[in-house]
Nanobody, 115 residues
Framework: QVQLVESGGGLVQAGGSLRLSCAASGRTFSNYNMGWFRQAPGKEREFVAA????????YYADSEKGRFTISRDNAKNTVYLQMNSLKPEDTAVYYCNARRYQSFWGQGTQVTVSS
């Protein structure tokens, strides 16, 4: 099992920034591809960003390209999501995901962007 704990969410005004963190434990962190997803009220969970095991490859949803940056620190067993130029439509619960042969999820952290 991989345990994931997200933090860093909160309330921010449009145009502001937040940095989410996801601390992992339980297995060798560097063996897992990591990702961030989000789920807004009444909507399905959607992909935000992902990063490869050694951090050399990143992927982004089209709406996040240029605004969000995913990174990881394998020495700290942590993955980050830097979010800039936030918009009200970014309001959602943000979930951390670890994938290898199985998929593990954190409990989520709320991000609210006010207009």
């Amino acid at each position: 099992q991989v345990q994931l704990v997200e933090s860093g969410g909160g309330l921010v005004q449009a145009g502001g920034s937040l940095r989410l963190s996801c601390a992992a434990s339980g297995r060798t962190f560097s063996n897992y591809n990591m990702g961030w997803f989000r789920q807004a009220p009444g909507k399905e969970r959607e992909f935000v960003a992902a990063i490869s095991r050694n951090g050399d490859t990143t992927y982004y949803a089209d709406s996040e390209k240029g605004r969000f940056t995913i990174s990881r620190d394998n020495a700290k067993n942590t993955v980050y999501l830097q979010m800039n130029s936030l918009k009200p439509e970014d309001t959602a619960v943000y979930y951390c995901n670890a994938r290898r042969y199985q998929s593990f999820w954190g409990q989520g952290t709320q991000v609210t962007v006010s207009s």
